[in-house]
């Protein structure tokens, strides 16, 4: 079984940093790519970033560009969300996900369907 951990959630006032941690573990997987997504209150759960794993290339969505940074941890089997300069759109649930099948370009892949694993998701607030 594999599990995938979020960590690092928290509430924050605009203009703030969080970083985010997800850990993989469990039995052993091909662990293509690795992503976060997010879900505010009534809204579907939107794609974040995501990094493929064995290069580190990385697909950013352009709300975030310039303010979160994603990056992983080869050796530790964990993944990583910088987020800074927050603001109050922030706010929702933040779910890391893991692809297990085999892709061409990370910017292909950006969707729930894309991905095979999902943590239980870390809560982040930004106040304003």
């Known amino acids: 079984q594999v599990q995938l951990v979020e960590s690092g959630g928290g509430l924050v006032q605009a203009g703030g940093s969080l970083r985010l941690s997800c850990a993989a573990s469990?039995?052993?997987?091909?662990?293509?790519?690795m992503g976060w997504f997010r879900q505010a209150p009534g809204q579907e759960r939107r794609f974040v970033a995501a990094?493929?794993?064995?290069?580190?290339?990385?697909n950013i969505v352009e709300s975030v560009k310039g303010r979160f940074t994603i990056s992983r941890d080869n050796d530790k089997n964990t993944m990583y969300l910088q987020m800074n300069s927050l603001k109050p759109e922030d706010t929702a649930v933040y779910y890391c996900?893991?692809?297990?099948?085999?892709?061409?370009?990370?910017?292909?892949?950006?969707?729930?369907?894309?991905?095979?694993?999902w943590g239980q998701g870390t809560q982040v607030t930004v106040s304003s």
């Open positions: 996900a893991a692809r297990s099948r085999s892709l061409y370009s990370i910017r292909d892949y950006f969707t729930v369907k894309d991905y095979d694993y």
């Open positions: 469990g039995r052993t997987f091909s662990r293509y790519a």
């Open positions: 990094i493929a794993w064995s290069t580190g290339t990385t």
